[in-house]
């Protein structure tokens, strides 16, 4: 009997790549291997996304692809939660589940492909199956949100917010550094109201005791002697308490918080934080503690209702707020989100209109203040050594997403490696240096 081949295809944020990597470490461990195309797989998973139109367009096709390679399909993650949309393109699929629905996944692989007896034909390592390099690894802290945001679907797809106590999250964050990671970027729906649910219990933690918090993870965290990012954070008041630790090197300097606008009448019909004074006051007043840190966020434009006005306020906003990085969205309505029922929906050349110079208006912001940085020395961590040299990270940069770090020449470095280098060149979002 051969041993039967998984083909899997992950889509969507840094939360479904955790799901697929919980999918993939547990078929592991029953004995099934992963193979790298169509042609050699006994069935494909699809983990799909539901978030905007255009990732749900992504998620059909690619089941689509799947079934016309192969022909033995299970779909899961967000997009699942739709399944008569699924069925209505595919109606040859052989299973649909939900997000984070590690068991029901294995149960329909169980079914249509059984294990082989012997479920420990191959050693699994101790961290599990990772998607992402050796060197760096998200770290999912929470699932779900209790946020009704009138522009997205995510709590209706993955449910309110349900945390892991702290001592199960540190003992996966142990595993992983002891695995040879050099970087966690802490991943979830609302990363600051972490523990909210368990009424932030106590766990006993290498003899201590810690409280199911964002601030005792924070510190636990930051003892690990690795890089540690936080992202998706929400802008509480006690989000100020971790900003010391960044300060202290403990954990990174880098605060990733979606405002998503800055007029106080949109953040309200996108049921949003609407203190637009209060963040730009709690933004001074972090740099004061840290001058370092890297604020980066997300914002929407074009959102129902949005006039030129309030659109030259996020503008202002920008100006006066100089974050770091920052990404936009011209809006999308998402099938089943209440911001869908809005009056007053805003062309879609104005909005394209406004993206482009919103991104403009940034990377202006953004060009000045990666020339402040030329002629300081910097660590970065190596992501990739090719045939010009090494590229890197800095403090300021989480993968895929910011900006990258170029050392021509540098290709006896491994990826992996902590280097020092003195920045001499920038433009808008990447940098050069020489190593030091």
């Known amino acids: 009997m051969s041993i039967p081949r ?18 993939l470490t547990r078929l592991r ?5 992963i193979a790298p195309n169509y042609k050699d797989s006994d069935l494909v998973i699809v983990n799909t996304c539901g978030f905007i139109d255009a990732a749900v367009e992504e998620s059909l096709d690619s089941i689509g692809e799947a079934l016309r390679e ?12 739709r399944q008569d949309e699924i069925l209505a393109r595919h109606p040859q699929v052989l299973k649909i ?14 079914e249509h492909l059984p294990p082989m007896h012997n479920p420990f034909i191959d050693i699994l390592p101790p961290q599990g199956i990772k998607l992402t390099p050796q060197h760096y690894a998200y770290l999912k802290i929470s699932e779900g949100c209790n946020h009704r945001c009138t522009f997205c679907i995510i709590p209706s797809m993955r449910g309110d917010l349900v945390s892991r106590p702290v001592d199960d999250v540190l003992q ?7 695995a040879g990671v050099k970087e966690l970027l802490i991943v979830s729906q609302d990363t600051s109201a972490y523990g909210l649910d368990l009424k932030y ?9 810690l409280e199911t918090r964002f601030q005792d993870l924070a510190e636990a965290l930051g003892n690990l002697g690795v890089w540690v990012r936080m992202h998706y954070v929400y802008p509480y008041p006690h989000v100020d308490a971790v900003v010391p630790l960044m300060a202290a090197g403990k954990i990174l300097p880098y605060l990733d918080i979606p405002f998503q606008h800055a007029n106080s009448r949109i953040l309200k019909l996108m049921k949003r934080p609407a203190a637009t004074e209060n963040n730009l006051q709690r933004i001074r007043a972090w740099r004061e503690i840290c001058p370092d840190i890297t604020i980066r966020s997300t914002f929407i434009v074009g959102f129902p209702g949005e006039t030129e006005q309030e659109f030259e306020e996020l503008l202002q906003f920008l100006t006066e707020a100089q974050m770091d990085r920052v990404g936009c969205f011209a809006y999308s309505p998402v099938k089943g989100a209440e911001a ?3 009056p007053d929906a805003v062309p879609e050349d104005i909005k394209q209109e406004r993206l482009i110079r919103f991104m403009e208006h940034q990377a202006a912001i953004s060009a000045t203040r990666m020339q402040r940085r030329i002629g300081k020395i910097e660590t970065v961590l190596i992501d990739e050594v090719v045939d010009e040299g090494a590229v890197a990270r800095s403090k300021s940069d989480a993968p895929e997403i910011d900006g990258q ?3 021509d020449g540098a290709t006896h470095l491994k990826v992996g490696d902590f280097v020092k280098v003195e920045i001499e060149e920038a433009d808008d979002y990447d940098l050069w240096g020489k190593l030091v």
């Open 70 to 81: 192969n022909g033995k399909v299970i779909v899961t993650g967000c997009l699942g939660s």
């Open 6 to 23: 998984i083909g899997f295809i992950s889509l969507g944020c840094p939360k479904a790549l955790v799901d697929s990597e919980q999918i």
């Open 172 to 178: 996966e964050a142990e595993r992983l550094v002891a």
């Open 405 to 407: 770090v170029f050392i």
């Open 97 to 110: 589940t939900g997000a984070h629905a590690t068991e029901e996944v294995v149960t329909a692989v169980h």
């Open 29 to 33: 461990t029953e004995g099934y291997q």
């Open 201 to 209: 219990q106590s766990r006993l933690w290498q003899g201590r005791e």
């Open 340 to 342: 869908n029922g809005l």
